[in-house]
């Protein structure tokens, strides 16, 4: 019979692959797949921190569109709850959008008016009570003059040949003051009605657009989480934007009160001044402290009665922010001092004032969201397993 045809098998002279082998390859696979995550991950990282470097130009260049925008986004965000509480009573959701629209706007052109135009009066009154406070400030100058001679002297044992500056100060007429917000007003206007717009729309939609972004997610755990996401930073925005909006009002009524009895011109512009900018950590309540000053200073001529609104204002603030902040926004809202300050810087940067007095509110969308969808960790994914996030505070509570 020919071998040819022989159907009997040819039997295998490959062994089969031991337990050795077998691991090896598994630990050649895993090694691999680590290498294309850590692949991934740098490719995420690189990008991550190119876009990262493009947003802030990109949003001061667009600050026309970008700035209403947020601010207008970031307003009706912490007017879902009153939206929510006029739905819970059976008003319309466009009905319910314009009250909270017209409340809104209501408030601002109460604080515009009680700021703005006192405003205008006092400084026209500058040029005229220049002299006054210059008066009232002799014994500072003088204690500053005789400072300033003995480090001249000082400084002519030194040096062979001191240089002498010479310094001008330069007052601008009222009339630049008036004509800057008359020529601003045109664009204000379309940039309010525009945010206006803008807040009127995101509240008649809320409803709508909350319910069809939780059933649009694939999975039962995935549409909790973004019900979850979406209530949290609805719940810290307005009640970190609520809290703080009763604190300066309160603020500056008693700041308007004190300088009513003091017998200061304006009380209620001194007060709306204190409202506004105690929204701006930091920077705000130091502001208040020099406005304050210079007020005191055009309004009474005895130094040390000038310099009394400004330490009424200081103590208030000491007291505010230490005992009454704390204890009612609470430990849910507790920031890193060191992230609100740049977050301030960042936003002040970008946006100027207007950034400045979103820079907190921004902080705290931010933060929420990361804490549920996970934090960036540069430090895991350069010394661990190369993986840019850890899970967020909620899931590792649930973990433990």
């Known amino acids: 019979m020919d071998a040819r045809r022989d159907p009997s098998p040819t039997p295998s002279t490959t062994p089969p692959p031991t337990p050795a082998q077998l691991a090896g390859e598994a630990q050649d696979l895993e090694h691999v797949a680590l290498k294309r995550v850590r692949l991934l991950a740098s490719l995420t990282l690189i990008g991550g921190v190119g876009l990262i470097l493009a947003i802030p130009f990109a949003l001061k260049e667009g600050a026309e569109f970008f700035m209403p925008v947020t601010a207008a986004l970031v307003i009706a965000v912490a007017l879902v709850p009153l939206l929510e509480w006029f739905e819970r009573r059976g008003v319309p959701s466009k009905l319910a959008a314009t009250l909270c629209v017209l409340l809104f706007l209501g408030l601002a052109i109460f604080a515009l008016g009680s700021i703005v135009l006192p405003a205008m009066d006092w400084v026209r009154l500058i040029p005229q009570r220049i002299e006054q406070v210059r008066h009232s400030l002799d014994p500072v100058i003088s204690l500053y003059k005789s400072l300033q001679h003995w480090i001249d002297n000082t400084t ?6 001191p240089a002498k500056s010479i310094r001008t100060v330069r007052l601008e007429s009222t009339s630049s003051f008036v004509d800057t917000i008359t020529t601003q007003a045109p664009h204000l206007l379309i940039q309010l009605f525009f945010s206006l717009l803008v807040i009127f729309f995101f509240l008649a939609g809320w409803t709508g657009m909350r319910k069809r972004t939780i059933v649009s997610r694939g999975s039962f755990a995935g549409a ?16 970190y934007l609520g809290t703080i909006t009763l604190i300066n009002i309160s603020m500056g009524a008693i700041t308007a009160a004190i300088l009513w009895f003091l017998g200061m011109d304006s009380p209620m512009m001194w007060g709306g001044i204190v409202a506004v900018l105690n929204y701006i950590p930091y920077l705000g309540p130091i502001a208040c402290v020099l406005l304050l000053s210079f007020g005191g200073l055009m309004q009474f001529t005895d130094v040390w009665s000038a310099m009394l609104p400004p330490a009424i204002f200081l103590a208030m603030h000491v007291i505010e922010a230490n005992v009454f902040t704390p204890s009612l926004v609470g430990r849910k809202l507790e920031i890193n001092p060191l992230l609100i300050l740049v977050s301030l810087s960042f936003w002040a940067w970008v946006w100027g004032t207007t950034g400045a007095l979103l820079a907190v509110p921004l902080l705290i969308i931010i933060k929420t969201i990361f804490s549920a969808a996970g934090t ?3 430090a895991g994914f350069l010394f661990e397993d190369g993986v840019l996030t850890h899970v967020g505070d909620d899931d590792e509570a649930s973990d433990n």
Not at 156 to 161: C, G, L, P, S, Y
Request: charged share 10%; aromatic share 0%.
């Open 156 to 161: 002519a044992q030194i040096a062979t040949a």
């Open 224 to 239: 909790l989480t973004t019900a979850r996401v979406i209530q949290q930073v609805v719940e810290a925005t307005s009640t």
């Open 376 to 378: 960036p960790d540069i």
